[in-house]
């Protein structure tokens, strides 16, 4: 497994560790920021750009890790290159909070049984009932 960490920073990318050689090999990337900035995906071009046709996977947070600092309001980041683990992501919109376990159902469907290792689960917390999700 091969990890580059940054963070956005006036509209570029600043990377605190760069090991991923060839950017459109990454496996994911995934973003960690406040709600407001999901919420305004400016940064969308920004990791198109340094990772093309790669998957993005966001997460709202109260506070930003990044390399030994926490922050408020800000954009870290993790791309990551799985050398010899296939990775699949899937998605499914939830239009109401209701409809949580109905979520969680379909993901649970469309993941592979047979040679499945590992999940990691993330959801919109102000629109998912997390329980409900999980149960699903």
């Known amino acids: 497994m091969k990890v580059d960490q940054f963070r956005i920073s006036n509209s570029r990318i600043v990377y605190s560790k760069k090991n991923i050689t060839v950017p459109d090999e990454a496996s994911f990337v995934m973003l960690f920021t406040s709600r407001a900035n999901l919420e305004n995906p400016f940064w969308l071009t920004l990791i198109s750009a340094e990772y093309p046709d790669v998957k993005v996977i966001s997460c709202s947070t109260s506070g930003e890790i ?3 600092e926490i922050t408020d309001d800000s954009i870290s980041g993790i791309a990551v290159r ?3 683990t296939p990775v699949a992501i899937r998605n499914v919109k939830i ?3 209701g ?3 109905e979520a969680g159902r379909t993901l649970a469907s469309e993941l592979s049984k047979e040679d499945l290792k590992y999940v990691f689960l993330v959801s919109v917390g102000w629109e998912v009932n997390g329980t409900e999700l999980i149960n699903g």
């Open 66 to 68: 990044y390399d030994q």
């Open 95 to 97: 239009n109401d909070r």
């Open 99 to 101: 409809n949580s376990w």
């Open 82 to 84: 799985m050398e010899h």
